[in-house]
């Protein structure tokens, strides 16, 4: 394994490991709330339970090479592009998990909420999201795993990243050059990973659960 | 028992004094009907019912009757399709749904506890929806684990999944009476409990609701459990009340074969079992010495003719709440009470377990 690349540009790994890391946070963080929007759409009314999920798995299949290339004649290359491409691709896991999250909720823990005088939106924030939050929360690690992946592609738009550096180093080809991207990438999703992990064992059901165990 | 006529009571202005003072709300349904969207025939048909202030009525039933969407007319989960309720003197829907459920216990028989937060806080939820100040939801909490018998300082930190089903349910029950409300609806609130824990918890929601008087609407199919803690029954059946009348008026003088069947009226040992010892003793013998075996008024005869097959003695001692003797029951005083109605119990019949 060449690993000079890294050895000698360890900053400059980092910092794109930074930006590609702050890039796929950026893509959660609007493809979350859009994607609760639709989650609790497709859960409360039932009749487009399918027509949301259907769509959103759809868009899923549409190849991310293909996607880029449709969206370049409108918005050009860089950031705005890669961005709708990210958003689009986490869909599938928010919105999927939201609404397995919700709907895995006992409807008789919400008939007592609502007996006992909370309204809508006390309801939801107060008893609904909390006990759907560990299946959501596992839908957002699959969803930024998977935005970490995807994110090394929007590389190739220039949008940065370590997708940057790694196809630099296939125009160059210098092997070491993408090595050190991937190994870099490697280790952004398994540290990303452990951290959300931690995550689900801090949300209110989790808590519950470790204390009935314990 | 007098009730607020002026405008209901101000639960935020109730101090949280020691439990005991709450009192009951007057009911009125007024030619109640409700037709769901899919159905033509009725699931509640016209049915208008007065219950008094802190009475304890327990609508009995097959699935199907009706008498869990008469329940929930009243807090509006379910709307009426025509009629309408009133309590005390406010229609249901004067309010908003949920400043309306504020003032109504609520217990369900999934006992519907959030399994995301600690006792306390279930227990907590009324209050702080009504904005008390934190010490005195703290305070209340403690008293009212305390009334259902759960020591707060073993429960209030525990979550809910840490419960047995029956501790589960007197978590549901504290948390229904948390703002000591006037009207408390119940809906098969122990029907997934077994025996043993299900009498236990009958007995102690008696004991709470003779101490606190809310009035309380219960739904059972349970004819046993209806006995036992009604003062009043309203039996049902595809949507109408064909009976409304006390325990014991039902078991002795059902409406129809309909009442008759549902509450075993004509088997012997089924009226044994639903007869209070209180309503067959008759005044003690004085002279003839008493009696050694003791039994409670509020048991039931059955209970009675066994201690009697036990013991060889054919006359029992009948004790008031606190112990002291009251009267006396003897076998043909059993005998008397049984056979007032039915002359002989056909034999015949089946002793058909409801």
């Known amino acids: ?214 | 028992m007098c009730r607020p006529r002026t405008a209901a009571v101000r639960y935020d202005q109730v101090t949280s004094g020691t439990a005991g003072t709450t009192g009951g709300s007057e009911i009125r349904l007024e030619q109640l009907t409700k037709i769901y969207g899919h159905s033509d025939r009725p699931a509640v048909d016209n049915v208008s019912l007065t219950i008094e202030p802190g009475e304890f009525v327990v609508l009995l039933g097959p699935s199907g009757c009706g008498k869990t969407t008469l329940l929930k007319m009243v807090n509006r989960i379910h709307e009426p399709t025509s009629g309408r309720i009133m309590i005390d003197d406010t229609e249901v829907h004067q309010l908003p749904a949920s400043q309306l459920r504020r003032r109504i216990g609520y217990v369900i028989q999934q006992t519907g506890l959030f399994p995301h937060m600690r006792i306390e806080d279930n227990v907590a939820t009324v209050p702080k929806l009504l904005r008390w100040d934190k010490g005195r939801i703290r305070q209340r909490v403690r008293e009212l684990l305390e009334l259902v018998g759960l020591p707060p300082e073993k429960y209030a930190r525990r979550y809910p999944m840490q419960l047995s089903g029956g501790e589960q349910q007197r978590v549901g029950l504290a948390r229904a009476l948390a703002a000591e409300p006037t009207t408390m609806l119940m809906d098969e609130p122990f029907g997934a409990l077994d025996a043993i824990t299900r009498t236990r918890l009958q007995d102690e929601l008696k004991r709470i609701h003779r101490q606190l008087r809310p009035t309380t609407l219960f739904v059972t199919h349970d004819i046993d459990e209806a006995v036992r803690l009604a003062d009043r029954i309203v039996v049902m059946r595809n949507g109408r009340v064909v009976q409304f009348a006390t325990p014991l008026e039902i078991v002795t003088d059902p409406a129809d074969d309909f009442v008759a069947d549902l509450v075993g009226a004509n088997d012997v040992l089924r009226r044994m079992s639903l007869i209070p010892v209180a309503s067959a003793a008759s005044a003690r013998a004085r002279d003839s010495g008493e009696p050694s075996e003791q039994i409670s008024g509020s048991a039931f005869l059955r209970e009675a003719l066994g201690r009697m097959v036990e013991s060889g003695q054919d006359r029992l001692t009948v004790v008031d709440e606190d112990g002291h003797p009251d009267s006396e029951l003897s076998l043909d005083d059993i005998r008397r009470a049984v056979g007032e109605e039915s002359e002989i119990p056909a034999p015949h019949r089946a002793a058909g377990d409801h």
């Open chain 1, 1 to 214: 394994m060449d690993l000079r690349y890294l050895r000698e540009n360890t900053d400059v790994v980092w910092e794109k490991m930074l930006e590609h890391l702050s890039l796929s946070l950026t893509a959660l963080a609007i493809a979350l709330p859009l994607a609760i929007v639709l989650g609790v759409l497709a859960t409360r009314v039932r009749w487009l339970t399918t027509p949301i999920v259907t769509a959103v798995s759809i868009l899923y299949t549409i190849p991310s090479f293909a996607f880029m290339a449709f969206l370049i004649p409108e918005f050009g290359i860089g950031r705005q592009p890669a961005m709708i491409v990210l958003v689009t691709y986490a869909q599938l896991f928010l919105v999927r998990n939201i609404v397995a999250g919700l709907k895995s909720v006992d409807p008789s823990i919400l008939e007592a909420a609502r007996g006992l005088g909370m309204n809508e939106a006390q309801l939801f924030w107060k008893v609904w999201l909390p006990l759907a939050t560990p299946v959501i929360v596992a839908g957002i690690r699959t969803a930024l795993l998977a935005i970490i992946a995807m994110a090394t592609l929007i590389g190739y738009i220039n949008a940065g990243g370590l997708g940057e550096l790694m196809f630099a180093g296939i125009g160059r080809d210098y092997p070491s050059q993408v090595l050190a991207g991937v190994i870099a990438v490697a280790a952004l999703a398994t540290v990303t990973d452990l951290v959300m992990r931690a995550l689900e064992l801090l949300t209110p059901v989790a808590r519950a659960r470790r204390h009935a165990a314990g």
